[in-house]
């Protein structure tokens, strides 16, 4: 394996990202803060002035992506006085027009979610991860992330038509009628878009810190080992330390001092531990 490195910097996104060249980045994995959240440290972003604030962000973004890289967001929308906030919506639109590729949504299932009620609305239990590209033909590893078909083929194969177990052809032309019976007898097959993830219960002295198998299942997805990765909003620093066990270069940027400190300290530990030959460049 090459060396691998793992750059945290210091900073707001919208001007360090100027420092980074074009076209060097192979996977950006991010969660901003959300609007009107975390006040006290990342300023509380309004949802009126949430695209405004983000746009100089996503520009660089846009600039240091390689043509064949992918942007994955995972951001959520709240609800106030009974009425969802249509920010996260708005964002998608000001992104398009902005030149990116909204080319998926995948949704990702927090599994430990608590039960809840409010009057007119139950507990969320799921956040958008919204997936945008440069250009329609971008590098994705499907084989990657591939899962245990499971027990379920069973049953499905005895509830086969005849006609599913042989046709090869759509009736209707759609390309889709296939040997159903083939893919069922596979032991891995694709998933799909809803990502089962459990929240973290130890934030690792952050307000939001997203469970480590997120980042991870988009870097196995979109990268490959020395590709490079960027979170523009890394907080407690679980994008790099997964970028690193993981053997990806990658840059985290952050704008609160306490952060940045803790995950250099966090890098530099894992270092010898796991890559004991490689560069560490903070």
Known sequence: MHNITTKILLGDSRE???????NLIDLIVTSPPYADRRKNTYGGISTEK?????LPVSEQLLRVL???????????????????????????????????????????HKKNSYPGKWPNRFRDSWE????????RDFNMYQEAVMVPVGDW?????????????????????SGFGKNISNWLKRSMVYPNNVLQ??????????????????????????????????????????????????????IGIDIIPEYVEMVKEKVAQK???????NKIAV
């Open 128 to 135: 958008r991860v919204l997936q945008f590209n440069k250009a």
């Open 66 to 108: 390689k043509p064949t890289g992918t942007f994955i967001l995972n951001i959520k929308e709240k609800a106030e006085n009974g009425e969802r906030s249509t920010y996260v919506l708005e964002l998608i639109l000001a992104l398009r027009k902005q030149g990116w590729l909204w080319t998926e949504e995948f949704i990702w």
């Open 50 to 54: 949430y695209v405004e604030w983000f």
């Open 16 to 22: 360090v990202l100027k420092e980074i060249d074009d």
């Open 271 to 277: 270092e010898s531990s796991i890559f004991s030959h």
């Open 153 to 173: 083929a069973n049953g499905r194969l005895k509830n086969l038509s005849e006609t599913d177990k042989i046709r090869d052809n759509s009736k209707s032309g």
């Open 197 to 250: 993830f459990a929240t973290v219960c130890n934030n690792k002295n952050h307000s939001a810190t997203f469970p480590e198998e997120l980042p991870e299942w988009f870097i196995k997805l979109f990268t490959q080992p020395n590709d490079w990765v960027l979170d523009p909003f890394l907080g407690s620093g679980t994008t790099s330390e997964v970028s690193q066990r993981m053997g990806r270069n990658s």
